[in-house]
């Protein structure tokens, strides 16, 4: 979520300069920094549920969340962000894949490290809200991870139109130009 002033929206233009703009916190984040202004990110937990409605909807919310972070990624990449983010995301099918070539040992080691890491994310995410997600959810966690590169190949490849709710929307760059 966000906090500002309404008179320092109001001073930049307000929602009306980015109503067209796809990435809508990005976008309202630019808006006050292309204009001089800071925002302050926290650590402040807000619970966000999203359902999803079976694979063919999961698989669609997920490429439109990789449209989103290649825009973000776009204009952001930096040595830091390549280095602790994104290498460590898009290294873990390789990983499985690797380790098949190799013994059913790798495979258990490379196993154990998806769950290890699942794990710590879950308890960073019961540090920072208070809640531990469900031990159920590592198994879905680690599809989403060996997928990630796929989605994100999906997302380089067709930019240009995403679902967004239950419209098929049109893009060029961060805009919407129809939809």
């Not at 233009?13 to 302050?40: K, P």
């Not at 794990?119 to 966690?141: H, N, Q, Y």
Request: glycine letters at 6%; proline letters at 4%; a positive charge.
């Amino acid at each position: 979520f966000s906090l500002m002033r309404t008179a320092d929206l109001r001073a930049r233009g307000g929602f009306a300069r980015i109503v067209h703009e796809v990435t809508d916190d990005y976008a309202l984040a630019r808006l006050f920094l292309d204009a001089g202004g800071r925002i302050v990110q926290s650590s402040q937990p807000v619970t966000v549920i999203t359902t999803v409605q079976g694979a063919r909807h999961w698989f669609a919310l997920m490429r439109r969340w990789m449209v989103f972070a290649r825009l973000y990624l776009r204009d952001n990449l930096s040595p830091g962000i390549a280095l602790l983010v994104v290498l460590p995301e898009f290294l873990v099918l390789p990983l499985l894949l690797a380790s098949l070539c190799v013994s059913a040992s790798a495979v258990a080691v490379a196993i154990v490290l998806l769950v290890a890491k699942a794990l710590a994310t879950r308890a960073l995410v019961r540090r920072l809200t208070g809640r531990a997600t469900p031990l159920s959810d590592i198994p879905f966690e680690i599809a989403a991870e060996l997928l990630l590169p796929l989605h994100a190949l999906s997302a380089s490849l067709l930019p240009h139109r995403i679902r967004w709710r239950d419209r098929a929307i049109t893009l060029e760059g961060r805009r919407i130009v129809d939809g």
